[in-house]
Structure formats: C-alpha cells, structure tokens
C-alpha cells in the first residue's frame, strides 16, 4: 500500500483525480488550482469542461481499465464529481490511491432501492413507496400510495427519468414510459418545502455543517436556494442530526448534500 493511502493532509503539488468534465468538474479544478494542487480529468467528451482547465485529460469512458490504471497511478486521491459513475471503476481506483467517496458509498447513492433500504436501516425516515421491477409488482401495488411518482431507480434527475400516477390503471403505461427499468412509485407528500444539509465528514467521524438551504424546483430543475433556510433552531438541529446519521452510516469521508421534504406537519423525510 502505497502512502498516498494515509489520512493526512496531501501537500500542494499533488495530484488530484476526478472522474467526471462536467462544470462541477471544472469547478473542482479551479478551486484544487488556487490551493497550489494539479488535476487530472477522466472523462468521454473531449471537449468536457473541467478538462479544458485541467493539468491533464485522459479521454475515456469511465469504466475503461486501462485509463483507470493510468488515473490511479498518476493521482494521490480521486474523487467524482457525479453519483452516476460505475462504482466498480472507484473499486479499481482504490487499489492505487485515496478514493473519496468510497465505492461503496456512491453504489448506495445511485440507485433509489438501495438508497431508500439502505436510510431506513439507519433508522431514517423516506418517503412511503414500492418497488417495481415486474408487471407483478405493478398489480400487487398498494392504491394508497397513489397519486405518487414513478421513477427509475438509476440515472434520473432535473425531473428525468419521472412519471406522475394518479390511477392504478395508468401504471402500466408509465412503467413502459419509463422502458420497463426498475423504478419505484413514491407516494405524494403534503410537502411545507424542500430542504438540504450538506455535511464534511473526516475518516475520524468528525464532521462539519453548512446551515440547513430551502430549495425551490421549477421543472424538476433546482432554481433557487436559501441559505440559511428559516428554520426554528430545533427543526435545523433535526435536520443536522439526519445528515449525519446517513454520513455516519455510510462511513462516508468528503462532502455530501442530504435531501430532505419538509412535511406540512413538520415531519423530514429523506428525499
């Protein structure tokens, strides 16, 4: 095991690893940058963003093994920049360097199933839901959880990958909308407001907050945030204390954004 698998703090010179060219890329390689550290993108488009910054852009899918190898080998630490990378690709990247998130914690947070079984285990409340990955379950589905949305398991987001359900009888329709993927059919919620926390966890478990942010959608597309959110202090604490029992649970080190629904009764669910 080489050193750069420690937990102390890496010094500037380093190479940094990201696995994604997106804007949140090139924003992790403008702020790695001004810190006095070196970035190396992977990523498939050759004209990605973050790798017209980049100290270096290997052009590649990202599940290709002998870019992994090279990124690894190159890199102290590697980090990605969306969920939606194959978590066997962060498996690989650990066997050369610091990989944060870990594997196992991005497998989680890309797939709504395991997300939502994975939150109630750590005794967290989700929204009401079933999960359909068969024309059977559609017929065993509970009618109280309609009116929902239906959504595919993986790769959904801004809205996509979404289905509104009023009627049982529309479900079979909406399922093949959605191409037959494994979804599951959320119920509809008596939602105050959206919220979420973003929490920094160190591999001691120490962790760091920002102040809980109310977040308003047009569109299934995030269009203004409020930082700080005008929250009773014991409703914020609440929220802290959800986010960093996920973090905990997922022996999660980095940043992560928890979602949340404020209820109309004051309730949080994790979205």
Not at 15 to 22: A, F
Not at 70 to 88: H, K, M
Not at 223 to 251: K, Y
Request: hydrophobic share 45%; glycine share 8%; proline share 5%.
């Amino acid at each position: 095991m080489s050193a750069a698998h420690g937990e102390g703090a890496l010094p500037p010179g380093s190479w940094l690893g990201v696995l994604g060219g997106g804007q949140l890329g090139r924003m992790f390689c403008m702020a790695a940058q001004s810190m006095g550290y070196r970035v190396c993108v992977l990523d498939p488009a050759a004209d990605a963003p973050a790798g017209a910054v980049a100290e270096y852009h290997i052009i590649a899918a990202y599940d290709d093994a002998v870019a992994l190898d090279e990124l690894g080998a190159r890199c102290a630490a590697v980090t990605t920049e969306f969920e939606n990378v194959p978590a066997p690709s962060l498996h690989r990247l650990a066997r050369y360097c610091r990989v944060r998130p870990a594997a196992d914690a991005v497998a989680v947070a890309q797939d709504r199933i395991a997300e939502k079984r994975f939150i109630r285990s750590c005794g967290v409340e989700v929204v009401e839901h079933a999960v359909v990955r068969a024309d059977t379950d559609i017929q065993a589905l509970d009618a109280a959880l309609l009116p929902g949305i239906l959504k595919t398991a993986r790769l959904g987001y801004d809205g996509k990958g979404q289905v509104e359900v009023t009627e049982s009888s529309r479900l079979p329709a909406a399922w093949q909308q959605l191409r037959s993927v494994d979804c599951v059919l959320e119920q509809r919620v008596a939602l105050r407001r959206e919220l979420s926390v973003i929490v920094a966890r160190g591999a001691d478990g120490a962790k760091a907050y920002f102040a809980p942010i109310e977040n308003e959608h047009r569109g299934g597309i995030l269009a203004v945030s409020i930082m700080p959110a005008p929250l009773e202090p014991a409703q914020a604490q609440r929220a802290r204390s959800i986010a960093a029992r996920v973090a905990d649970g997922l022996q999660y080190v980095g940043v992560l954004c928890v979602e949340l629904f404020e209820l109309t009764d004051g309730r949080l669910l994790v979205n």
